[in-house]
């Protein structure tokens, strides 16, 4: 009655039902794996937006790379902003227009400074022409905001390139920024929240980043997978026992139209 699962046509399909069951388990596990890791990286960050406000010096120093788990983490940091040397980084898009992003580097003595991004910008009247930046105010100032890591064309998903105008930048890159400055660079920036004093005008504020979901498709999408096997499964199992109750029936209707033996009469 089985012999016809080892026939070519159910041999493929069992190797095809072979093969998807794995895969679909390592589908699975992948997105449950993804889930781990953007909750993890959902509720550090969260963690760190909501932490008091800690000294910058605490976290990092200059030549010294923000650590991933430091992100986002509230900092505070008094200095003096290096006007002379402030940037805009270009292709910062905020609430649907295009603008900049505006760094000053804020130095703190010793020799050492930090950037800060003081905030956004609108873009001005072509892609070559400035945009209108709100001075950076003059004397000690004390920032508090979010530390970031510096950014790379690998984290940021940004392509560097050479040619911008005098003044602008695509990366908000610490190393790179730092070079040639008379002063050294924390390995990374602070996105200003709040300053003191407070200034008459000022760039926008950056958003606070949106943590998202803690990876919420991804576990929806894992218990996909992972249904999809159960589903693979059945089907299999169901054809399989269709084709045997076809052959029975067709087993049942030949034995039927077969007439019986009769004992010829004395």
């Not at 120093?61 to 040397?85: I, K, L, M, N, W």
């Not at 050492?112 to 001005?124: L, Q, Y």
């Not at 300053?195 to 894992?222: F, H, I, K, R």
Request: charged share 20%; net charge neutral; aromatic share 8%.
């Amino acid at each position: 009655m089985y012999r016809f699962l080892l026939t070519p046509r159910w041999l493929a399909l069992h190797v095809v039902v072979l093969l998807v069951i794995p895969a679909f388990v390592f589908l699975g596990r992948w997105q449950f794996g993804r889930f781990e890791e953007r909750s993890a990286n959902s509720e550090r960050v969260t963690a760190n937006i909501e932490a008091a406000p800690m000294p910058l010096e605490r976290l990092a120093s200059a030549g010294q790379q923000v650590g991933e788990d430091d992100r986002f983490r509230r900092v505070t940091v008094a200095g003096t902003y290096d006007a002379a040397h402030e940037l805009v980084v270009r292709r910062r898009p905020q609430q649907g227009r295009n603008g900049y992003y505006v760094l000053t580097p804020l130095v703190t003595g010793g020799g050492t400074a930090v950037i800060v991004n003081r905030g956004w910008v609108p873009a001005g009247a072509t892609a070559d022409a400035a945009p209108e930046v709100p001075a950076a105010p003059a004397g000690q100032v004390t920032v508090t905001g979010r530390l970031r890591p510096s950014e790379t064309e690998e984290n940021s998903g940004i392509t560097d390139r050479p040619g911008l105008p005098a003044g602008q930048v695509l990366l908000i890159d610490a190393g790179k920024i730092g070079q040639g400055l008379p002063y050294s660079l924390v390995g990374g920036y602070v996105e200003l929240t709040e300053q003191q004093p407070t200034p008459a005008s000022a760039p926008a504020p950056v958003p606070e980043p949106d943590v998202g979901a803690g990876g919420g498709l991804n576990l929806a999408y894992g218990v996909q997978w992972w249904l999809f096997i159960g589903i693979a499964v059945g089907g299999w199992v169901l054809l399989i026992r269709r084709e045997v109750a076809e052959r029975k029936a067709q087993e049942a209707k030949g034995t039927a139209g077969v007439p019986e033996a009769t004992t010829p009469a004395n």
